[in-house]
Antibody
Framework: EVQLVESGGGLVQPGGSLRLSCAAS????????MSWVRQAPGKGLEWVSV???????YYADSVKGRFTISRDNSKNTLYLQMNSLRAEDTAVYYC?????????WGQGTLVTVSS | NFMLTQPHSVSESPGKTVTISCTRS????????VQWYQQRPGSSPTTVIY?????PSGVPDRFSGSIDSSSNSASLTISGLKTEDEADYYC?????????FGGGTKLTVL
């Protein structure tokens, strides 16, 4: 059974950093495209980043230069390093398998950027 | 970049059929597949339609998807509405450099 479990969210001050993790089971992260998608409170879905099976990475313009997606193949885990956080980054962050089609989603982890 | 526009909300009675539209602002709707996701309150999104009209296993055949090049839009149709279908529905597509979600449609089954 495919499962994605995010962790690492919390309250952080503007300008701070946070690293999110997404532990996968039931499939191999490194053999798949893996994405992060976020949802601000009461708002819609916004794609954030993707890492391809070959290792290439891409970002939404809103986070380019501040966020870094990576993976640890030995732990079958996806990461999102978030730096220079802003209030508008406040959202539930979901990891999802895929890029053009997101077929499995995690339960999400809440990131709140506030002083 | 293009946008996907959905109605903010729709409502219909149990047993009826509802259609949710998703209009692409630029570029052809047929040039890239459209997906539809269901998000119940407090839950993660789940896929109900992928590649314009394909249903994942476990999704009932009451859910169907289509595209219309003349209106440059995609549609999600849910027939035989059940109260459990009450949720937010998001369309999603992409181009060479971006993944784009529609703003979401709140379906109320009353």
């Amino acid at each position: 059974e495919v499962q994605l479990v995010e962790s690492g969210g919390g309250l952080v001050q503007p300008g701070g950093s946070l690293r999110l993790s997404c532990a996968a089971s039931g499939f191999t992260v490194s053999s798949n495209y893996m994405s992060w998608v976020r949802q601000a409170p009461g708002k819609g879905l916004e794609w954030v980043s993707v890492i391809y099976s070959g290792g290439s990475t891409y970002y939404a313009d809103s986070v380019k230069g501040r966020f870094t997606i990576s993976r640890d193949n030995s732990k079958n885990t996806l990461y999102l390093q978030m730096n220079s956080l802003r209030a508008e980054d406040t959202a539930v962050y979901y990891c999802a398998r895929g890029v053009d089609v997101f077929d499995y989603w995690g339960q999400g982890t809440l990131v709140t950027v506030s002083s | 970049n293009f946008m996907l526009t959905q109605p903010h909300s729709v409502s219909e009675s149990p047993g009826k059929t509802v259609t949710i539209s998703c209009t692409r602002s630029s570029g052809s709707i047929a040039s890239n597949y459209v997906q539809w996701y269901q998000q119940r309150p407090g839950s993660s999104p789940t896929t109900v339609i992928y590649e314009d009209n394909q249903r994942p296993s476990g999704v009932p055949d009451r859910f169907s998807g289509s595209i219309d090049s003349s209106s440059n839009s995609a549609s999600l149709t849910i027939s035989g509405l059940k109260t459990e279908d009450e949720a937010d529905y998001y369309c999603q597509s992409y181009d060479s450099s971006n993944q784009v979600f529609g703003g979401g449609t709140k379906l109320t089954v009353l």
